[in-house]
Structure formats: structure tokens, C-alpha cells
């Protein structure tokens, strides 16, 4: 999964590209082995941030299987800057 960040204030030029920063990529803390039941919270994935964004956009980069659906009812952004 990667984090990202934007300042842009035009929302028309949130869907390039250009307009985000890296925040985070790497896991999502979603065990690889077992499916979770639903409604369940997975492992907290820690990361740095040192700028306030925005806006944030959550982008799921794989799957477990072509078989398998994938669904996120929320996802919480726990800090400071």
C-alpha cells in the first residue's frame, strides 16, 4: 500500500499524479498467512511524517489472490506534525 499527501487546493488537480508525496509504502499490516475475520483491525503501521498534507489518498498496490475481493470500511491517520 502506499500513503500520500497533497496541499493542492484546486480538487480538479488531485487526480495527477505530480500533485502527491510519498509518504508511506510498504505493508499494510494485514497478515499474508490468514485471511481476518471481517470487522476486524489489523496490526497499527507506523511511519514518519514531518509535513502536513490536505489532502491523503490510501492506494492498495497488490492483493492476496486474483480470487480474493478486497474492502475497507475506514482507515485512521493517527498523529501529529
Known amino acids: 500500500m502506499t500513503l500520500e499527501g497533497s496541499n493542492i487546493t484546486d480538487t480538479s488537480l488531485l487526480s495527477t499524479g505530480s500533485s502527491w508525496t510519498l509518504i508511506y509504502s510498504g505493508p499494510t499490516g494485514i497478515s499474508n498467512i490468514t485471511i481476518p475475520p471481517r470487522s476486524?483491525?489489523?496490526d497499527v503501521q507506523n511511519f514518519t511524517n514531518i509535513h502536513r498534507f490536505k489532502s491523503y489518498r490510501f492506494i492498495m498496490?497488490?492483493?492476496r489472490d486474483v480470487a480474493t475481493?478486497?474492502?475497507y470500511?475506514?482507515?485512521h491517520l493517527?498523529?501529529?506534525v
Open 61 to 63: 498496490t497488490s492483493q
Open 73 to 75: 470500511s475506514e482507515a
Open 78 to 80: 493517527l498523529g501529529y
Open 69 to 71: 475481493n478486497l474492502q
Open 40 to 42: 476486524t483491525y489489523v
